[in-house]
Structures are given as structure tokens and as C-alpha cells.
């Protein structure tokens, strides 16, 4: 049973595999998700990406994760060769629970930080209780 459920689930995440155009190693980023009542957050882990160099869309309840790395300029011969050069692609499915039209994100010191809004609809309400 689980090695059924494990296919389902490969198969279901080669259906998102991104079209390479460009050569090269890409590599699927970490993330740690959090939530709290008013929104989501998605912290990303892409070391050597540059604000400029990340495409972040939303599409068809879908928000697409692309960060290009740029190649290091590497001087001298290698003692030890451990970092390898790539880009970052991840595709996460996003609940319709979302405000799409208010999601915003930064980058800093290689970690996208992407905040997702819940719609008002979803987000607890607080009750004032009277005393008679």
C-alpha cells in the first residue's frame, strides 16, 4: 500500500517538471512554510541567486519558483571541488484560499521569503462577547 501511494505521488510530481531551455544542473529548493492567521509564508533556500535573477509567478493556481544562478569565476586549480553551479525550479499548488493579487516576496542573503495573504473569508474572526 505504501509503495502504491508512493508511486502516485512520483508520478504526480514529474507531471510538473519544468521545460528546460537552458543547459545545465537545476535543483529543487528547500522551503520551510508557516502559517499564522492572516497569511502563509514560504522561506526558500537559493545560495548565489540574485533578486534580479528570480522569476517568481502565480499561474493558474499555481505560484512557479525560478532562480538563475550565475557561474562563479573561479581562479586557480581546485584542492577540493564540492559546489556545483545550477539553477532553482519548484512549482508549489496554491489553495484558493490565497489572495493572489496581494502576494509579495524578497530575497536576502539566498533565502526568498514569499508572503501568500489568506482571503478575509478564511482568516479567524474575533467575537466580542456582552454582559447582561
Do not use: W
Request: hydrophobic share 35%; charged share 30%.
Amino acid at each position: 500500500m505504501a509503495e502504491t501511494q508512493a508511486m502516485v505521488q512520483k508520478d504526480r510530481s514529474e507531471v510538473h517538471t519544468a521545460e528546460r531551455t537552458r543547459g545545465g544542473v537545476t535543483f529543487t529548493p528547500r522551503v520551510d512554510i508557516y502559517e499564522t492567521d492572516t497569511k502563509l509564508v514560504l522561506c526558500a533556500d537559493m545560495p548565489g541567486v540574485r533578486p534580479q535573477d528570480i522569476d517568481l509567478r502565480y499561474e493558474r493556481g499555481e505560484l512557479v519558483l525560478h532562480g538563475r544562478v550565475e557561474p562563479r569565476q573561479r581562479v586557480g586549480a581546485f584542492l577540493l571541488n564540492e559546489y556545483e553551479d545550477g539553477d532553482f525550479y519548484r512549482v508549489f499548488t496554491i489553495s484558493e484560499s490565497i489572495d493572489a493579487s496581494r502576494i509579495e516576496a524578497e530575497c536576502k542573503h539566498g533565502v526568498l521569503t514569499i508572503h501568500l495573504p489568506k482571503v478575509a473569508a478564511v482568516q479567524p474572526k474575533q467575537i466580542n462577547v456582552k454582559a447582561n
